[in-house]
């Protein structure tokens, strides 16, 4: 599946913003859906995921109470909404596809968006 993520930006404290990833080719509802993120010498960080018919989510634990995800089936989408956003958000934010039912390693999830910058000024 081909993912395409947008919806990155700059925002100031507190402040909130909503990520989207649109798929396409493959059958959608194959997928579980997650989402990443990657600071400047950092290593990739799982941030959420959401199962195949969206019944179920997982977050880590550093956005867990802040974030949520969901995902359209019928238009093939995945959304994070992003609230009280704090500069140690700042990442570039990747969505990503797994068609395993569990796991959060980046490893594990074999298709992948090319990612949206998210910028968290104080």
């Known amino acids: 599946v081909q993912l395409q993520a947008s919806g990155g930006g700059l925002v100031q404290t507190g402040e909130s913003l909503s990520l989207s990833c649109a798929a396409a080719?493959?059958?959608?509802?194959?997928?579980?859906m997650g989402w990443f993120r990657q600071a400047p010498g950092k290593e990739r960080e799982f941030v959420a995921s959401?199962?195949?018919?969206?019944?179920?989510?997982y977050y880590g634990g550093s956005v867990k109470g802040r974030f949520s995800i969901s995902r359209d089936n019928a238009k093939r989408t995945v959304h994070l909404q992003m609230n009280s956003l704090k500069p140690e958000d700042t990442a570039v934010y990747y969505c990503?596809?797994?068609?395993?039912?569990?796991?959060?390693?980046?490893?594990?999830?074999?298709?992948w968006g090319q990612g949206t910058l998210v910028t968290v000024s104080s």
């Open positions: 959401i199962s195949k018919k969206g019944y179920s989510t």
């Open positions: 080719g493959g059958t959608f509802t194959k997928f579980r």
């Open positions: 990503a596809a797994t068609t395993s039912d569990t796991g959060i390693q980046h490893e594990e999830f074999s298709d």
